[in-house]
């Protein structure tokens, strides 16, 4: 009996190394394209935060300015208001981004099970 379990569990062995090794050859070129759409991806996301720091800045200048000049502060006001309205925006913006970026690397893994039968 022990003869004859051990060329099937050989063959399964060998059947079963050359599946990871086909399963990890694919992996590499997969995993190389989710590092450089990643990489994009973030890129975009660290320019909108630099973006959303000026804002800040804008905003800050702006709140300080309104703050000296008691006279005429409409034009102020109405540009404390779009600037208060660009950070939400950006803060709205940059959440979503990385969100969809999670999201992104759930399904490229999902996709890769469904695909390959893992």
């Known amino acids: 009996m022990s003869g004859q379990d051990s060329p099937r569990c050989a063959d399964s062995y060998r059947r079963s190394f050359v599946q990871v090794l086909v399963i990890g050859l694919r992996l ?3 995993e190389v394209g989710w ?4 990489r994009l991806r973030l890129w975009e996301i ?3 935060e630099k973006r959303l720091d000026r ?3 804008t905003f800050g200048r702006l709140k300080a300015a309104a703050e000296q000049s008691s006279q005429d502060t409409g034009g102020l006001h109405e540009e404390l208001e779009v600037s208060r309205k660009q950070i ?3 803060r709205t913006e940059i959440d979503f981004l990385k969100q969809e970026l999670q999201n992104l690397r759930k399904n490229i893994l999902e996709k890769r099970r469904r ?4």
């Open 46 to 48: 660290r320019q909108m």
């Open 55 to 57: 804002e800040y800045q």
């Open 88 to 90: 939400e925006f950006l």
């Open 115 to 118: 695909k390959w039968a893992v």
């Open 28 to 30: 590499i070129p997969s």
């Open 35 to 38: 590092n450089i759409l990643r």
